[in-house]
């Protein structure tokens, strides 16, 4: 009975160490993990520059505005590499702790392009950062300028970076490429698209504004750390069709303007060398300054016919460009192998795609919501 | 020479010899006089000499002034055996003992003694005793004085649709209460005596019919093995029955209301009535009990699974937010989201203190006043309470020794705790906490969920008389889980919970 009791809590002690033991091993505990830090000494980065200096990477941490509107802050380092960099800005500043954990963009400048993997590589490394940081390019021009031109007192880049981001998502229209996403694209296609930005002189006229605000100006295409070139604002539409990305755009057509609600689009081919593309688009009314009766089915037709036309000619902008490019950055090639997978596998899709002929059909439907007139009339009489 | 300086003596618990408890103490022949020496340099107690009608001889009535009541010794049995209508036809001592006991007196319980341990045992139950010195008996008459506390309403399990009453000091009127509430002639009531010296009768109630003997008999086991000096708390009870006393979790379900007391022996429970203490004890107990309201059937069902499923979200709360803040500050401070971080960092810019000495001190503050808030009376405790909460909280704001965050932090906790419906489990989660806050200044998340599982095993491996506690988390499956979190409504239950064996499990039809 004595040696059962005994065998029972060794059984018990043996499970009481067991769990501790195997959670720290489980979960991957190490020591720069187990360190303590206090809350109060952090400085929180969230957006980081990086360029290229006479061969060595500079390093350029903005923090956001404070919660009571205390100005951001601006920190620089040089590394021979991206780490170095980052320890280096760790160590230079010893009032604060740059604590990276935070950071939601990474900007690169033009001329740092070819250090974008070695980004990638370090964001997929650090348990700081996360691959769903955003990244972008500068359009010409450093990332540290773009920093400092667009820091004001009560306004940083971060800040504005955070509200391109919020109103892509807000008005349904364009992508913020991620680490995440590009480090797959790389991966997988041995290219990539990244959101490309230019600093605009700023309109905004309150006090402490900066004189520089931040655009977006569609993507660049990588591939092997140089840029391929950029979509423009037609082919950057095109890309988002075809690439089912959100995209809801607003078009005028004469004296209505619409907005495209839903778009769909459906990639096909038999040969692989002539394909089709068929576009969707759903689009309602939403201005009318010339009193258009959408009752009218010619009229109808008509303003169809238009929407069409514009969709039709933002597709064809982007597949020529990337026919250009030589880069399937459209995703067709993706499409075509879940269409058909064996077939696909045995034809080489690089040669195809830059000389595959495409069958582009598009088809717009206006729907009838509002008819303004219709009201009008309608209080007239009442009066 | 005398001293009351205590000896030192290693291993003292070896010296101390052990002495059984002895049934019967005094060896005297039953007289008056030997009654008297064995309450000697008692003040309230008191005798009277009294000769019985026709010259039959003398009698003494021997009883504890404040326990009985001296209207009715004088009525019921001093004017009787003093009559000559009722005990002239006696015609010695032994004659005149039966007609004492056969109705000769008005006492509604008479009981014929003739050892002088069993009169000392009624004396101090508040009996009056006739001793007949002749013929060494005595007829002993329960006269006991009805002054108790009243039936109050309840003050730690509060109720706002339920019955008012309450369980008392007096046992018999806790046995009063729950026949009233429970008239069922299969509900028994099964007496035992504990305490070498307070002798204190407890009672386990079960309802014959539906209950599974083998529990009664085990609760009956455990209380006979009680030996203790006296029961004067319930603590005296529940770390003697208990299965795993060192575990800080109850493990006996205590309740004041009569009610919630019935409800239990409606499911199978066993109860335990003690005299002397104003609550009822309930056994098998396990978590899901200590979790559920007495009022959650007066309310709505849908109404008291929310409240149910509130209340585990309270305890989790309670047990593992100022632990998990401590890890969130400490090291992994990039779960939480920018504006939050930047909100904590702005609040703990001018404390001085780190973050792990700061939550324990608040932690610490927060138990003195409540400790303090309960100790003091009412009206003095509360103004505690609210002095304590403006200093504690605002001023230490204000001065800069705390962050508003922690306050926020350990008052949340403290909140969270009030809502667990049992103040036992209640003061083991307060415990636990502490655990939970140390573990997470060590080293994290880590130790916080490898104490967490710990906490888990230890609870999984309970059991409160042969029953798991954590049933039905631990073996119950998904419907009975869900019976446990939610409350079903009152006609679809109708069965009782199996975890109690009970012999009857059908409810309703």
Redesign the interface.
């Known amino acids: 009975m004595k040696k059962q009791k005994i065998t029972q809590a060794a059984k018990?002690m043996i499970?009481?160490l067991l769990?501790?033991a195997l959670?720290?091993f489980s979960?991957g505990?190490s020591r720069q993990?187990?360190v303590?830090?206090?809350?109060?000494n952090?400085e929180?980065i969230?957006t980081v520059a990086v360029d290229k200096v006479d061969g060595q990477i500079k390093l350029t941490a903005s923090t956001?505005v404070?919660?009571?509107d205390e100005p951001g802050k601006i920190y620089y380092a040089f590394g021979s590499s991206i780490a170095e960099a980052m320890e280096n800005l760790r160590r230079s500043y010893t009032i604060g702790e740059a604590?990276f954990?935070?950071t939601?963009h990474i900007v690169i400048g033009s001329e740092a392009v070819d250090c974008l993997e070695t980004v990638l590589d370090v964001v997929a490394r650090s348990i700081?950062l996360r691959l769903g940081i955003n990244i972008y390019i500068v359009q010409s021009g450093t990332a540290e300028e773009l920093v400092t031109l667009c820091q004001g007192s009560e306004t940083t880049l971060s800040d504005m970076l955070t509200s391109v981001v919020r109103e892509v998502s807000r008005i349904g229209r364009g992508y913020i490429y991620t680490c995440g996403d590009v480090m797959s694209s790389l991966a997988k296609y041995g290219y990539a698209l990244i959101t490309v930005i230019a600093p605009s002189q700023s309109e905004e006229v309150w006090e402490g504004a900066p004189e520089y605000d931040v655009q977006t100006l569609g993507f660049a295409v990588v591939s092997e750390g140089k840029i391929l070139g950029c979509t423009d604002e037609g082919a950057t539409t095109g890309v988002l069709i075809l690439n089912d990305l959100p995209c809801m755009q607003t078009i005028a057509l004469g004296d209505v303007t619409v907005q495209v609600t839903d778009i769909d689009c459906k990639i096909s081919s038999d040969d692989f060398q002539t394909i089709n593309v068929a576009v969707t688009a759903q689009a309602g009314v939403i201005e009318d300054s010339g009193g258009v009766s959408l009752t009218d089915e010619q009229v109808r037709s008509e303003l169809e016919r238009a929407l069409g036309t514009k969709l039709l000619q933002q597709v064809r902008c982007s597949l020529l460009l990337s026919q250009q490019y030589g880069v399937d950055f459209c995703a067709i090639g993706p499409a075509l192998e879940k269409h058909s997978p064996t077939k696909f596998r045995d034809i080489d899709w690089q040669e195809h795609f830059e000389n595959a002929v495409f069958n582009i059909s598009i088809r717009a439907n206006i729907q009838r919501t509002y008819d303004v007139s219709d009201t009008l009339e309608l209080k007239g009489d009442n009066r | 020479v005398f001293s009351i300086k205590p000896q030192k003596v290693k291993k003292d618990r070896v010296n101390v010899p052990f002495h059984p408890p002895d049934p019967e103490p005094f060896t005297a022949k039953l007289s008056a006089r030997a009654v008297e020496d064995i309450f000697a340099d008692c003040y309230d107690f008191q005798k009277r000499e009294l000769k019985l009608a026709l010259n039959r001889g003398e009698v003494t009535v021997c009883f504890i002034d404040g326990l009985v009541s001296g209207s009715e010794v004088a009525e019921q049995v001093i004017r009787p055996i003093t009559s000559r209508e009722r005990l002239g036809c006696a015609k010695n001592q032994r004659r005149a003992l039966e007609l004492i006991a056969r109705g000769g007196a008005y006492g509604h319980t008479a009981n014929v003694r003739e050892n002088i341990n069993d009169v000392v045992s009624d004396l101090i139950r508040g009996y009056c005793a006739v001793i007949f010195d002749d013929i060494a008996a005595a007829v002993t008459f329960e006269v006991r004085t009805q002054e108790k506390r009243s039936i109050d309403e309840p003050k730690e399990e509060k109720s706002i649709k339920g019955s008012k009453d309450v369980f008392i000091e007096m046992l018999k009127t806790n046995t009063m209460l729950v026949r009233r509430h429970l008239p069922d002639p299969f509900l028994k009531f099964r007496s035992l005596t504990i305490g070498r010296r307070s002798k204190t009768t407890v009672t386990i109630v079960y309802i014959a019919n539906m209950t599974n003997m083998l529990l009664v008999e085990e609760l009956e086991k455990r209380i006979s093995s009680i030996d203790i000096q006296a029961v004067t708390s319930a603590g005296d009870i529940e770390q003697y029955i208990a299965d795993r006393p060192r575990c800080a979790f109850p493990q006996l379900l205590r309740t004041e209301r009569p009610d919630r007391f019935c409800t239990n022996l409606l499911e199978g429970r066993v109860g335990l009535l003690v005299d002397g203490l104003p609550m009822g004890f309930l056994a098998p107990a396990s978590f899901v009990q200590f979790m559920k309201m007495p009022e959650d059937n007066a309310y709505h069902f849908i109404t008291a699974s929310i409240l149910t499923l509130l209340r585990y979200f309270a305890i989790t709360v309670s047990l593992l937010l100022p632990a998990v803040y401590v890890a969130v500050?400490?090291?992994h401070?990039?779960m939480l989201p920018?504006?939050l971080?930047?909100?904590?960092?702005?609040s703990?810019?001018a404390?001085p203190f780190?973050?792990a000495v700061e939550i324990l001190s608040m932690l610490a503050a927060f138990e003195l006043l409540q400790e303090a808030g309960l100790r003091l009376p009412d009206t003095v405790g509360k103004t505690v309470s609210i002095i304590g909460a403006l200093i504690v909280g605002q001023s230490a704001v204000d001065a800069k020794v705390a962050s508003p965050v922690v306050v926020i932090v350990v008052a949340l906790a403290g909140i969270a705790g009030y809502t667990i419906p049992n103040q036992d489990l209640s003061a083991a989660v307060r415990i636990w906490r502490f655990a939970f806050v140390i573990a997470a200044v060590c080293?994290?998340f880590?130790?916080v969920?490898?104490l967490f599982?710990?906490l888990i095993?230890r609870l999984c491996?309970l059991d409160s008389f042969g029953v798991d506690y954590m049933y039905p988390f631990s073996q119950g499956g998904a419907v009975m889980i869900l019976r446990a979190l939610l409350k079903p409504p009152l006609y679809s239950e109708k069965l009782r919970w199996p975890d109690t064996g009970s012999v009857d499990r059908r409810k309703q039809r």
């Open positions: 018990h499970f009481i769990i501790p959670l720290i979960a505990c993990q187990m303590t830090y206090e809350v109060e952090f929180l969230r956001g404070g919660l009571e604590f954990a935070y939601e700081d | 500050a400490m090291y401070q990039e920018t504006r971080m930047q909100t904590i960092i702005a703990k810019q404390v780190p973050t080293g994290g880590f130790p969920m490898s599982c710990l095993y491996s």
